[in-house]
Protein backbone atom coordinates (compact mmCIF):
# COMPACT_ATOMS: atom_id res chain seq x y z
CA UNK A 1 0.00 0.00 0.00
CA UNK A 2 2.05 2.96 -1.37
CA UNK A 3 -0.54 4.71 -2.27
CA UNK A 4 -1.21 8.01 -0.10
CA UNK A 5 -4.68 8.46 2.10
CA UNK A 6 -6.18 11.88 0.70
CA UNK A 7 -8.96 13.01 3.89
CA UNK A 8 -11.36 15.32 2.60
CA UNK A 9 -13.32 15.23 5.99
CA UNK A 10 -15.58 18.11 6.99
CA UNK A 11 -14.07 18.10 10.46
CA UNK A 12 -12.71 16.65 12.28
CA UNK A 13 -9.70 17.22 9.29
CA UNK A 14 -6.65 16.86 8.03
CA UNK A 15 -3.73 18.05 9.74
CA UNK A 16 -0.63 18.52 7.51
CA UNK A 17 1.74 15.63 7.03
CA UNK A 18 4.30 17.42 8.65
CA UNK A 19 2.78 19.13 11.73
CA UNK A 20 2.04 15.18 12.50
CA UNK A 21 5.69 13.89 12.14
CA UNK A 22 6.58 16.66 14.49
CA UNK A 23 4.45 15.79 16.75
CA UNK A 24 5.19 12.46 16.27
CA UNK A 25 8.93 12.95 16.77
CA UNK A 26 8.58 14.62 19.70
CA UNK A 27 5.64 12.70 21.56
CA UNK A 28 7.65 11.22 24.15
CA UNK A 29 10.36 13.68 24.94
CA UNK A 30 8.76 17.63 24.51
CA UNK A 31 11.20 20.72 24.87
CA UNK A 32 14.04 17.95 26.16
CA UNK A 33 11.39 17.35 29.20
CA UNK A 34 11.82 13.85 28.89
CA UNK A 35 7.73 13.88 29.22
CA UNK A 36 4.97 14.78 26.25
CA UNK A 37 3.60 18.31 26.45
CA UNK A 38 0.35 16.76 27.78
CA UNK A 39 1.90 15.73 30.68
CA UNK A 40 2.84 19.27 31.68
CA UNK A 41 1.35 22.40 33.95
CA UNK A 42 -0.14 25.15 31.80
CA UNK A 43 1.11 27.31 33.82
CA UNK A 44 5.24 25.76 33.44
CA UNK A 45 7.24 28.51 31.74
CA UNK A 46 7.97 25.77 28.82
CA UNK A 47 3.75 25.92 28.35
CA UNK A 48 3.56 29.58 28.79
CA UNK A 49 6.69 30.26 25.84
CA UNK A 50 4.73 28.05 23.46
CA UNK A 51 1.10 29.67 24.23
CA UNK A 52 2.51 33.18 23.81
CA UNK A 53 4.66 32.38 20.46
CA UNK A 54 1.16 30.41 19.39
CA UNK A 55 -0.52 33.60 19.74
CA UNK A 56 2.17 35.84 18.56
CA UNK A 57 2.45 33.85 14.87
CA UNK A 58 -1.84 33.64 14.55
CA UNK A 59 -1.81 37.47 15.57
CA UNK A 60 0.76 37.30 12.33
CA UNK A 61 -1.00 35.52 10.42
CA UNK A 62 -3.90 37.44 10.30
CA UNK A 63 -2.54 40.92 11.16
CA UNK A 64 -4.30 40.88 14.13
CA UNK A 65 -3.51 44.46 16.38
CA UNK A 66 -3.46 45.02 20.00
CA UNK A 67 -6.88 46.17 19.84
CA UNK A 68 -8.53 42.90 19.55
CA UNK A 69 -7.87 39.92 22.57
CA UNK A 70 -6.89 36.49 20.89
CA UNK A 71 -8.44 33.51 22.99
CA UNK A 72 -7.57 30.38 23.30
CA UNK A 73 -11.24 28.69 24.46
CA UNK A 74 -12.97 25.16 25.07
CA UNK A 75 -16.32 24.49 23.68
CA UNK A 76 -16.22 24.45 20.35
CA UNK A 77 -18.00 27.18 17.83
CA UNK A 78 -21.10 26.39 19.38
CA UNK A 79 -20.65 27.39 22.93
CA UNK A 80 -19.16 30.69 21.38
CA UNK A 81 -22.63 31.11 19.19
CA UNK A 82 -24.44 30.14 22.39
CA UNK A 83 -21.97 32.73 24.66
CA UNK A 84 -22.19 35.58 22.47
CA UNK A 85 -25.97 36.40 23.35
CA UNK A 86 -25.87 35.66 26.82
CA UNK A 87 -23.35 38.38 26.97
CA UNK A 88 -24.46 41.32 24.33
CA UNK A 89 -28.31 40.60 24.03
CA UNK A 90 -29.48 42.92 26.53
CA UNK A 91 -33.22 43.14 27.15
CA UNK A 92 -35.01 45.47 25.13
CA UNK A 93 -32.37 45.20 22.53
CA UNK A 94 -32.35 43.19 18.92
CA UNK A 95 -29.68 41.85 16.93
CA UNK A 96 -29.56 40.68 13.43
CA UNK A 97 -28.67 37.26 12.21
CA UNK A 98 -28.03 36.66 8.39
CA UNK A 99 -28.99 32.85 7.97
CA UNK A 100 -27.97 31.38 4.58
CA UNK A 101 -27.19 27.81 6.29
CA UNK A 102 -27.67 25.32 8.71
CA UNK A 103 -24.95 26.74 11.10
CA UNK A 104 -25.85 30.70 11.14
CA UNK A 105 -29.46 29.32 11.43
CA UNK A 106 -28.53 26.97 14.65
CA UNK A 107 -26.62 30.37 16.03
CA UNK A 108 -30.10 32.42 15.65
CA UNK A 109 -32.35 30.03 17.35
CA UNK A 110 -29.46 29.53 19.81
CA UNK A 111 -29.70 33.30 20.68
CA UNK A 112 -33.18 33.83 20.07
CA UNK A 113 -33.40 31.30 23.90
CA UNK A 114 -31.94 34.61 25.21
CA UNK A 115 -33.22 37.82 23.61
CA UNK A 116 -34.95 39.20 20.57
CA UNK A 117 -33.45 38.57 17.29
CA UNK A 118 -33.94 39.11 13.79
CA UNK A 119 -32.90 36.38 11.38
CA UNK A 120 -32.78 37.31 7.92
CA UNK A 121 -33.19 34.87 5.03
CA UNK A 122 -30.27 35.21 2.63
CA UNK A 123 -31.04 32.11 0.87
CA UNK A 124 -32.47 32.17 -2.81
CA UNK A 125 -33.72 28.44 -3.60
CA UNK A 126 -35.22 27.53 -6.84
CA UNK A 127 -37.12 24.35 -8.09
CA UNK A 128 -34.44 22.87 -8.83
CA UNK A 129 -32.85 23.17 -5.60
CA UNK A 130 -30.18 25.75 -6.49
CA UNK A 131 -28.84 27.89 -4.03
CA UNK A 132 -27.74 31.56 -4.20
CA UNK A 133 -27.26 34.53 -1.55
CA UNK A 134 -29.26 37.38 -1.59
CA UNK A 135 -27.98 40.62 -2.30
CA UNK A 136 -27.69 42.47 1.10
CA UNK A 137 -29.88 45.32 -0.82
CA UNK A 138 -32.39 42.51 -1.61
CA UNK A 139 -33.52 42.07 1.94
CA UNK A 140 -34.90 44.30 4.54
CA UNK A 141 -32.71 44.49 7.51
CA UNK A 142 -33.62 45.74 10.83
CA UNK A 143 -32.04 49.26 11.71
CA UNK A 144 -29.41 49.80 14.82
CA UNK A 145 -29.27 46.36 15.82
CA UNK A 146 -26.94 45.56 18.73
CA UNK A 147 -25.06 43.23 16.59
CA UNK A 148 -24.81 41.74 13.15
CA UNK A 149 -24.15 37.90 13.37
CA UNK A 150 -23.02 35.89 10.06
CA UNK A 151 -21.30 32.63 8.84
CA UNK A 152 -18.62 34.02 5.91
CA UNK A 153 -18.52 30.18 5.12
CA UNK A 154 -21.42 27.26 5.44
CA UNK A 155 -19.60 24.45 6.07
CA UNK A 156 -22.51 21.48 5.11
CA UNK A 157 -23.97 23.43 2.19
CA UNK A 158 -20.84 24.99 0.60
CA UNK A 159 -21.68 28.75 0.48
CA UNK A 160 -19.47 31.75 1.07
CA UNK A 161 -19.95 35.30 1.31
CA UNK A 162 -17.16 37.26 -0.89
CA UNK A 163 -17.34 40.38 1.45
CA UNK A 164 -18.49 41.73 4.67
CA UNK A 165 -22.50 43.07 5.23
CA UNK A 166 -22.23 47.10 6.28
CA UNK A 167 -23.88 47.75 9.21
CA UNK A 168 -24.19 50.29 12.19
CA UNK A 169 -23.21 47.61 14.70
CA UNK A 170 -20.79 45.46 15.79
CA UNK A 171 -19.86 42.18 13.35
CA UNK A 172 -19.50 38.85 14.70
CA UNK A 173 -18.41 36.21 12.24
CA UNK A 174 -18.62 32.32 12.77
CA UNK A 175 -15.14 31.69 10.18
CA UNK A 176 -14.82 27.91 11.69
CA UNK A 177 -14.69 26.49 8.32
CA UNK A 178 -12.39 29.37 6.57
CA UNK A 179 -9.89 30.92 8.78
CA UNK A 180 -6.30 30.89 7.98
CA UNK A 181 -7.75 30.35 4.07
CA UNK A 182 -8.18 33.82 3.19
CA UNK A 183 -6.80 37.17 3.98
CA UNK A 184 -9.33 39.19 6.21
CA UNK A 185 -9.43 42.40 7.32
CA UNK A 186 -9.60 42.34 10.75
CA UNK A 187 -10.71 45.81 11.48
CA UNK A 188 -14.25 44.77 10.24
CA UNK A 189 -15.17 42.50 12.46
CA UNK A 190 -15.52 43.13 15.97
CA UNK A 191 -15.68 39.15 17.08
CA UNK A 192 -15.07 36.68 15.30
CA UNK A 193 -14.84 32.94 16.35
CA UNK A 194 -13.73 29.37 15.04
CA UNK A 195 -13.29 25.63 16.19
CA UNK A 196 -10.09 24.65 16.06
CA UNK A 197 -10.96 21.11 14.17
CA UNK A 198 -11.36 22.27 10.62
CA UNK A 199 -8.69 24.98 9.74
CA UNK A 200 -6.32 25.13 12.99
CA UNK A 201 -5.67 21.80 14.84
CA UNK A 202 -7.67 18.60 16.31
CA UNK A 203 -11.09 18.91 18.06
CA UNK A 204 -11.01 20.78 21.51
CA UNK A 205 -10.28 24.40 21.59
CA UNK A 206 -11.89 27.51 19.64
CA UNK A 207 -10.19 30.44 19.07
CA UNK A 208 -11.93 33.41 19.52
CA UNK A 209 -10.97 37.42 18.79
CA UNK A 210 -12.58 40.09 19.88
CA UNK A 211 -12.24 43.77 19.93
CA UNK A 212 -11.33 44.77 23.18
CA UNK A 213 -13.90 47.98 23.35
CA UNK A 214 -16.69 45.36 22.81
CA UNK A 215 -16.19 44.26 26.62
CA UNK A 216 -17.53 47.35 27.77
CA UNK A 217 -21.07 46.21 26.17
CA UNK A 218 -20.55 42.57 27.42
CA UNK A 219 -23.11 41.29 30.48
CA UNK A 220 -20.84 38.78 32.02
CA UNK A 221 -22.43 38.77 35.81
CA UNK A 222 -24.98 35.52 35.40
CA UNK A 223 -22.43 33.63 33.49
CA UNK A 224 -20.00 31.13 34.56
CA UNK A 225 -16.28 33.38 34.71
CA UNK A 226 -15.00 31.07 32.26
CA UNK A 227 -17.42 32.38 29.61
CA UNK A 228 -16.09 35.94 30.56
CA UNK A 229 -14.08 37.52 27.81
CA UNK A 230 -12.71 39.85 29.10
CA UNK A 231 -11.45 37.92 32.35
CA UNK A 232 -9.98 34.94 29.49
CA UNK A 233 -8.30 38.24 27.92
CA UNK A 234 -6.76 38.99 31.18
CA UNK A 235 -5.84 35.75 32.23
CA UNK A 236 -4.27 34.38 29.30
CA UNK A 237 -7.26 31.95 28.47
CA UNK A 238 -6.23 30.16 31.77
CA UNK A 239 -9.12 30.64 33.71
CA UNK A 240 -8.65 26.69 34.06
CA UNK A 241 -6.85 23.96 32.05
CA UNK A 242 -6.68 25.12 28.77
CA UNK A 243 -6.89 22.48 26.11
CA UNK A 244 -2.63 21.77 25.80
CA UNK A 245 -2.76 19.54 23.61
CA UNK A 246 -4.58 21.11 20.80
CA UNK A 247 -2.94 24.24 21.52
CA UNK A 248 0.43 22.83 21.32
CA UNK A 249 -0.67 21.23 17.38
CA UNK A 250 -2.50 24.57 16.53
CA UNK A 251 0.91 26.22 17.41
CA UNK A 252 2.83 23.81 15.05
CA UNK A 253 0.40 24.39 12.54
CA UNK A 254 0.76 28.34 12.33
CA UNK A 255 4.80 27.42 12.00
CA UNK A 256 3.87 25.54 9.21
CA UNK A 257 1.74 27.94 7.60
CA UNK A 258 4.36 30.79 8.12
CA UNK A 259 6.67 28.27 6.37
CA UNK A 260 3.68 28.15 3.70
CA UNK A 261 4.18 31.66 2.90
CA UNK A 262 1.23 32.83 5.30
CA UNK A 263 -2.46 32.95 4.29
CA UNK A 264 -2.14 34.74 1.19
CA UNK A 265 -0.41 31.78 0.24
CA UNK A 266 -3.32 29.62 1.45
CA UNK A 267 -5.95 31.92 0.05
CA UNK A 268 -3.81 31.47 -3.73
CA UNK A 269 -4.01 27.57 -2.96
CA UNK A 270 -7.86 27.58 -1.80
CA UNK A 271 -8.53 29.03 -5.32
CA UNK A 272 -6.55 27.07 -7.26
CA UNK A 273 -7.40 23.79 -5.56
CA UNK A 274 -11.60 24.54 -5.53
CA UNK A 275 -11.34 25.94 -8.93
CA UNK A 276 -9.62 22.43 -10.18
CA UNK A 277 -12.57 20.55 -8.42
CA UNK A 278 -15.65 22.53 -9.68
CA UNK A 279 -13.99 22.25 -13.07
CA UNK A 280 -14.72 18.74 -12.68
CA UNK A 281 -17.65 18.68 -11.31
CA UNK A 282 -19.03 21.22 -13.55
CA UNK A 283 -17.81 19.39 -17.17
CA UNK A 284 -21.26 17.52 -17.41
CA UNK A 285 -24.32 16.60 -15.74
CA UNK A 286 -22.96 13.43 -14.23
CA UNK A 287 -21.99 15.64 -11.22
CA UNK A 288 -23.56 18.57 -9.65
CA UNK A 289 -23.13 21.46 -7.37
CA UNK A 290 -26.09 23.33 -6.66
CA UNK A 291 -24.79 26.31 -5.47
CA UNK A 292 -24.35 29.71 -8.00
CA UNK A 293 -20.69 30.14 -9.01
CA UNK A 294 -20.48 33.83 -7.13
CA UNK A 295 -21.42 32.13 -3.69
CA UNK A 296 -19.19 28.42 -4.27
CA UNK A 297 -17.06 27.90 -1.11
CA UNK A 298 -13.22 27.34 -1.60
CA UNK A 299 -13.31 24.71 1.05
CA UNK A 300 -16.56 22.84 1.36
CA UNK A 301 -17.76 21.73 -2.11
CA UNK A 302 -20.59 19.13 -1.85
CA UNK A 303 -21.43 17.31 -5.08
CA UNK A 304 -24.45 15.12 -6.14
CA UNK A 305 -24.28 12.38 -8.25
CA UNK A 306 -27.07 12.57 -11.12
CA UNK A 307 -27.93 9.03 -10.58
CA UNK A 308 -27.95 8.87 -6.45
CA UNK A 309 -28.15 4.98 -6.60
CA UNK A 310 -24.40 5.08 -7.60
CA UNK A 311 -23.63 6.52 -4.15
CA UNK A 312 -22.58 3.64 -1.97
CA UNK A 313 -20.45 2.26 -5.26
CA UNK A 314 -18.66 6.12 -5.39
CA UNK A 315 -17.72 5.98 -1.70
CA UNK A 316 -16.37 2.65 -1.82
CA UNK A 317 -14.24 3.02 -4.71
CA UNK A 318 -13.00 6.15 -3.73
CA UNK A 319 -11.84 4.59 -0.59
CA UNK A 320 -10.11 2.26 -2.36
CA UNK A 321 -8.55 4.43 -4.40
CA UNK A 322 -7.17 5.96 -0.94
CA UNK A 323 -9.44 8.93 -0.98
CA UNK A 324 -11.49 9.42 2.50
CA UNK A 325 -14.02 11.36 3.86
CA UNK A 326 -16.12 12.32 1.09
CA UNK A 327 -19.54 11.52 2.50
CA UNK A 328 -21.92 14.65 2.29
CA UNK A 329 -23.88 15.59 5.12
CA UNK A 330 -27.08 13.94 6.29
CA UNK A 331 -28.52 16.98 5.68
CA UNK A 332 -27.41 17.13 2.30
CA UNK A 333 -26.48 14.11 0.81
CA UNK A 334 -24.42 13.08 -1.96
CA UNK A 335 -20.59 14.08 -1.39
CA UNK A 336 -18.68 16.82 0.07
CA UNK A 337 -15.02 17.40 -0.27
CA UNK A 338 -13.32 19.53 2.23
CA UNK A 339 -10.19 21.31 1.14
CA UNK A 340 -9.11 22.98 3.82
CA UNK A 341 -5.29 24.45 4.11
CA UNK A 342 -3.84 20.91 4.62
CA UNK A 343 -5.01 19.50 1.52
CA UNK A 344 -2.00 19.56 -1.36
CA UNK A 345 -3.12 20.19 -4.85
CA UNK A 346 -1.99 16.62 -5.46
CA UNK A 347 -4.68 15.76 -3.07
CA UNK A 348 -7.14 17.24 -5.62
CA UNK A 349 -5.69 16.30 -8.80
CA UNK A 350 -6.30 12.61 -7.20
CA UNK A 351 -9.79 12.89 -6.65
CA UNK A 352 -10.25 14.46 -10.00
CA UNK A 353 -9.10 11.47 -11.60
CA UNK A 354 -10.49 9.40 -10.12
CA UNK A 355 -13.76 11.32 -10.53
CA UNK A 356 -13.76 10.95 -14.10
CA UNK A 357 -12.35 7.69 -14.60
CA UNK A 358 -15.62 6.64 -12.41
CA UNK A 359 -17.75 8.64 -14.67
CA UNK A 360 -16.34 6.81 -17.68
CA UNK A 361 -17.01 3.53 -16.07
CA UNK A 362 -21.00 4.01 -15.06
CA UNK A 363 -21.75 7.26 -16.97
C1 LIG B 1 -18.13 22.86 12.43
C2 LIG B 1 -18.80 24.16 12.56
C3 LIG B 1 -19.46 24.54 13.75
C4 LIG B 1 -19.58 23.62 14.94
O1 LIG B 1 -18.45 23.59 15.66
P1 LIG B 1 -18.38 22.88 17.10
O2 LIG B 1 -16.95 23.14 17.46
O3 LIG B 1 -18.69 21.45 16.87
O4 LIG B 1 -19.33 23.54 17.99
C5 LIG B 1 -20.04 25.78 13.81
N1 LIG B 1 -19.98 26.63 12.77
C6 LIG B 1 -19.37 26.30 11.60
C7 LIG B 1 -19.35 27.27 10.48
C8 LIG B 1 -18.76 25.06 11.48
O5 LIG B 1 -18.15 24.72 10.33
Known amino acids: MNQPTHNFCAGPAALPQAVLKKAQSELLNWNGLGVSVMEISHRSAEFQALAEQAEANFRELLGISDEYAVLFLHGGATLQFSNIPM ?20 AAKEAARYGTIRAVDMLNIDEQGNRSLKDFSEVTRPSNPVYTHFTPNETIEGLRYARVPETSGPVIADLSSCILSEQIDINEYDLIYAGAQKNIGPAGMTIVVVRKDLFEQMHFERSPSVFNYQRQAEQGSMINTPATYSWYLASLVFEWLKEQGGVSAMESLAIEKSDLLYQCVDEDDFYRNPIARKDRSRMNIPFILKDEALNERFLNEAKQAGLVGLKGHRSVGGMRASLYNAIPVDGVLALNSFMRAFKTRYG
Open 87 to 106: TLLAPGSKAEYLCNGVWSSK
